[in-house]
C-alpha cells in the first residue's frame, strides 16, 4: 500500500547545534535503511520550510507508523499521512 507522507520538522531551540547534526547523520542512515528496504521510495523538500513530502510503501498504516517511529527526529515531526489507492487511469 502507497502512503503519501508530509512531515516538518520542529526540534527544541535549546537542542544544541552538534546535537542537531549529530541527528541529521543518524536520521539520513535510518532513512536510507528504509530506501534499501522498499519503505521510503521518494523524498522531496518543500522550499523554503523544514517539510518534506514523501512516497512510502508498508503493508498497512501500522507497519507504516513503525517504519516513521524508527527516525531519530520522530519525536520532533509533525506528520501527515494519506493513504493512496490506483487511478481507474493508471496504466
Do not use: C, Y
Request: charge should be negative; hydrophobic fraction near 45%.
Amino acid at each position: 500500500m502507497e502512503f503519501l507522507v508530509r512531515f516538518e520538522i520542529n526540534q527544541p531551540e535549546s537542542m544544541t547545534a552538534d546535537e542537531r547534526e549529530r541527528l541529521r547523520g543518524i536520521e539520513r542512515a535510518r532513512a536510507m535503511e528504509l530506501r534499501e528496504q522498499g519503505i521510503l521510495k521518494r523524498l522531496w523538500r518543500v522550499p523554503g520550510r523544514r517539510a518534506v513530502v514523501g512516497l512510502w510503501e508498508a503493508p498497512d498504516a501500522t507497519a507504516l507508523h513503525d517504519a516513521l517511529a524508527s527516525l531519530p527526529m520522530f519525536p520532533w515531526m509533525d506528520v501527515d499521512v494519506e493513504a493512496l489507492a490506483t487511478h481507474p487511469q493508471e496504466m
